[in-house]
């Protein structure tokens, strides 16, 4: 039974760690989509920004500009997207959530009148409160340590009343109450053990 409720405890905990990281990975896929098409058209940033002429054409220099950009975009998505713990995808929502708010105080200082600029400045603000909202989804280490905690203490419980009860069960690490299970699984299957 005890070995129960602590595997029950751990599948909880790794299906709460995963369904707390969708929102902010999500964010960080559609974050590098975003920034690779700036990267193969720079153009779709620049003429939103007002930075091309007339015509839609854009200097190489404000191109390789754009471009840069669109790689910081790529590098900080994936990174909200692959980021192995709790700490990294929070440290790499920060930084994306940053990144979002200067680029709408700079679109918001580059001369001149444009709507669709401004609208961009918007839209990057909007982004970077998203981000943040997002970094609030992430589940901290401590929590996830509560959890394993209260399966430990359930373990130790189960120890004291085998105990009491006259069964000698020793405390053994998660690693080794699996391959104890599975031994046991095994022997029964081979009908050596009842």
């Not at 209260?150 to 020793?170: I, V």
Request: proline residues 4%; hydrophobic residues 45%.
């Amino acid at each position: 039974m005890i070995k129960d409720d602590a595997r029950r405890a751990s599948t909880s905990l790794e299906e709460r760690c995963s369904a707390m990281t969708w929102f902010p990975r999500l964010l960080g896929i559609g974050t590098a989509a975003a920034g690779a098409a700036v990267v193969l058209r720079p153009e779709t940033l620049a003429n939103a920004c007002g930075m091309g002429d007339s015509d839609g054409n854009v200097a190489p220099t404000t191109a390789v500009l754009c471009r840069g950009i669109g790689v910081r975009d790529v590098l900080s998505g994936l990174a909200m997207t692959f980021a192995p713990s709790p700490e990294t995808l929070r440290l790499a929502v920060v930084a994306r959530a940053t990144a979002d708010f200067g680029d709408a105080a700079v679109l918001d200082l580059l001369p001149g009148d444009s709507e669709t600029r401004n609208i961009v400045a918007t839209l990057a603000a909007g982004r970077g409160v998203l981000c943040a909202l997002s970094g609030l989804t992430i589940r901290s280490d401590a929590a996830d340590e509560e959890v394993v905690k209260s399966a430990d203490d359930q373990q130790a419980y189960g120890w004291r009343r085998g105990h009491r009860e006259g069964r000698a069960t020793e405390r053994m690490s998660p690693l080794r109450r699996w391959v104890s299970e599975i031994v046991e699984e095994e022997l029964r299957d081979a009908d050596v053990v009842d």
